[in-house]
């Protein structure tokens, strides 16, 4: 049952990146097809980089789901594109989703590899930031993970909280959910009350004198 509830946060995670990709694209004046491989690469480019990082084969060679699911998240948003767009809030909210289920994803998977607790939450980290920067690289913009939001560290703090559930004993249905739900308020959180690290400032060049 665990196993299937896993299943499910990773199919729903791609839904919800997958029409943040999309979205994020209609105000690129880009066709459907287009719109489409930008939905597909935010859903499943963390989780490509991750299973090429552990040695295996990527996951949507394997189930073909993956891609049904962008065309769903595809098919929903040319459907609903004009409430999509006022609701912009509620687009936010599919990327934060999209952002802790598809992390806690990336650790499940790494623990099943056996590898240190660190190493799991740098792979869910990958899997949980990664496809949104090819994202924002394809459409031209500077990358959501490198700027001042709190993005990537949203992804830390789940992964820590899930090991410490994981510490307490707790089944892994609700170390899911406990961690996946910290990534996400901490991500609502850090955007509501304008939350995020210094900004690194230009250095100016060193005096010739």
């Not at 896993?6 to 066709?31: C, E, N, Y």
């Not at 073909?64 to 962008?70: A, E, N, P, S």
């Not at 892994?172 to 304008?194: D, G, M, Q």
């Amino acid at each position: 049952m665990e196993n299937y509830f896993t299943i499910l946060i990773d199919f729903i995670g791609t839904f919800a990146f997958a029409i943040s990709g999309i979205r994020l694209a209609s105000g690129k004046q880009i066709d459907w097809f287009g719109a489409y491989i930008i939905g597909l690469v935010t859903a499943i480019g963390g989780g490509t980089v991750r299973d090429l990082l552990l040695g295996i084969r990527p996951f949507w060679m394997l189930d073909g789901r993956y891609f049904l699911t962008t065309g769903i998240a595809l098919i929903a948003m040319l459907l609903l594109k004009e409430r999509l767009v006022k609701w912009w809030n509620m687009l936010f909210l599919f990327d934060a989703i999209g952002l802790g289920l598809v992390t806690i994803v990336g650790i499940s998977k790494s623990m099943d590899a056996q590898l240190p607790f660190w190493v799991c939450i740098v792979m869910g980290t990958i899997t949980g930031s990664v496809g949104g920067l090819l994202r924002d690289v394809l459409l031209n913009e500077v990358p959501l993970l490198l700027r001042k939001d709190i993005y990537a560290l949203a992804c830390v703090a789940g992964g820590l909280v899930y090991f410490a559930c994981q510490y307490g004993q707790l089944s892994t249905t609700w170390t899911e959910l406990i961690a996946a739900s910290v990534v996400i308020s901490v991500r609502i959180l850090a955007f509501r009350f304008h939350l995020h690290l210094p900004v690194l400032h230009s250095i100016p060049p060193k005096s010739d004198n």
